[in-house]
């Protein structure tokens, strides 16, 4: 483990904006003053609190052992858990907010029921991964759960023993038990927390954002913070100023209006996906494919963008739905098509002071369908080789429209307009579509795939889609493959 110091590094905007924060850790109050702006929450758990039992295993949000439940009070006033990779997690976006590590769970008040359903299962083997698995399943007890809903639930926490169906059967057994209780001073502890706190690091308005930003232009925003968290705990990189989003709802808003779903940029993937399955059911498939529920707990589509990596999976679904940007300065707003945000690799088009506000997609018409593609080593927790989506519009039974993008194609998630015309000008031989690919790409080697893997790759999901929709298979059928 790193020491903790290695961490310490004054990159708030102000050192007056080191505001102390307070969280309820375990049901007992914690108020945090002089915290290192980038202490992750893992470090803060093993090395200031000493509750050894969330371990590091990758630090990159890949394993799942430093998992730990968070919760939040809901309208009812109940505790609403979900799970995070603490080793992402900086830890003043604990403001106001519960914190439990399975130290808290085997006190309340003997073995917890998720604990006991895990000796019984004898689904507990290694002390490393153990703790991870136990606190992924005590996040996800209160929801009744199909096996494939309790595979994507665990697709995050990795056992390296192989050990994973005696986890299934107790992760079963638990969703089919009603639920235990939770200790009733959890829920008192957060109510008796004091209002978040509102600092120039966390602003609590779109307003104080454009001014934050304006003032510090070289700060960057914290959204999910899973793609800042991996540079800070795995490579130990230093951000320089960060602002966090935690404080903002209006830049958590999803909603559905007569013609569009309209996304504000920190809304975390969790919270978009009841809104994609309803409305673009492929767009869903591909969103559960990116990282774990943990991640998926906290990252933002916002952060996926903004980040402008060219296997990032959220924009070639947003190219291909002609979704408009709309970004935000102190200087008043702009809106672009998301085809048109990236300016090169890892670049946007974004000015200083300027940040992503929201993501406006609109709904697709009765003639048109989306589907969508993701090849990667893995099928849980990877990154794509290639990635792509489709909007095809039809007549009758003719393909009048095509809007394609990919992703691990080019330097940045990019339109593919010569496959467009191939698909709606009926060249649909192996030969016409990889020329249309090589038209439009000149694809990179690199580990996860060759140049000429990823030309053979593309021409495989062009054809697939072709198949799909000969035979008029449902997005499903093809995922299932
Ligand atoms: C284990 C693991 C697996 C992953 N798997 C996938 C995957 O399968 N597919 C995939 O696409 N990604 C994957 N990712 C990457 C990451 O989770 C996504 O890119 C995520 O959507 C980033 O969102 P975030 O809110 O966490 O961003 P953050 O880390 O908070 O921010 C990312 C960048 O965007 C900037 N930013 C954030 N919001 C804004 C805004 N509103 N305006 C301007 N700038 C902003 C930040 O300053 C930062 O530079 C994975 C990451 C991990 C750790
Ligand atoms: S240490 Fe592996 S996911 Fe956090
Ligand atoms: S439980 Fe740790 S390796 Fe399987």
Known sequence: MRALNMHIRAVLLTESDMNE?????????????????????????????????TKEGCAEGDCGACTVAIGQLDEDGQIAFRAVNSCLMLTHELDGKLVVTTEALAKAPSLHQVQ????????????????????????????????????????????????????IDA????????????????????????????????????????RALHNT????????????????????????????????AALREVKLSEDALMIGAAASYSTLLPFLERLFPAFAAMVRRIGSLQIRN??????????????????????????????????????VQAGDFFAGYRKTILREGEYLWRI???????????????????????????SAAFRLTRDNDRLIDVRAAFGGMAATPVRARAIEAALVGG??????????IDEDFTPLSDFRGSADYRRQASCGILQKLLAQQEQSLSVEDVWQL
């Open 360 to 386: 406006r997609i609109p709904l697709l018409a009765p003639a048109q369908s989306f589907h969508t593609y993701k090849l990667a080593k893995r099928y849980e927790q990877d990154i794509s080789t290639v």
């Open 217 to 248: 232009p070289s700060a960057k925003l914290l959204a999910g913070g899973t793609d800042l968290g991996v540079a800070i705990a795995k490579y130990g990189a230093d951000p320089g100023p960060l602002i966090s989003l935690r404080n903002l």
């Open 171 to 210: 992760a079963h057994d638990i969703a089919a038990r009603p639920q235990s209780l939770l200790p009733a001073h959890w829920a008192a502890s957060v109510a008796a927390l004091p209002d978040a706190c509102i600092n120039a690091a966390a602003p609590a308005d779109l307003d104080e954002l454009d």
């Open 116 to 167: 006991e359903l895990m000796v019984e299962r004898h689904a507990s083997q290694c002390g490393f991964c153990t703790p991870g698995f136990v606190m992924s399943l005590f996040a996800y007890e209160q929801s009744p759960a199909t096996r494939p809903a309790l595979h994507e639930m665990l697709a995050g926490n990795l056992c390296r023993c192989t050990g994973y169906r005696p986890i």
């Open 298 to 335: 906290v990252a933002s589509m916002g952060g996926n963008l903004c980040n402008a990596s060219p296997i990032g999976d959220s924009a070639p679904c947003l190219i291909a739905l002609d979704a408009i940007l709309t970004l935000r300065s102190i200087h008043g707003v702009r809106e």
């Open 427 to 436: 060249r649909h031989e192996p030969a016409a579509l990889l020329s249309a």
């Open 21 to 53: 924060i307070h969280f309820s850790l375990n049901g007992a109050m914690r108020q945090v003053s002089s915290l290192g702006p980038v202490v992750t929450l893992l470090d803060h758990l093993r090395l200031a609190e000493r509750l050894t039992a």
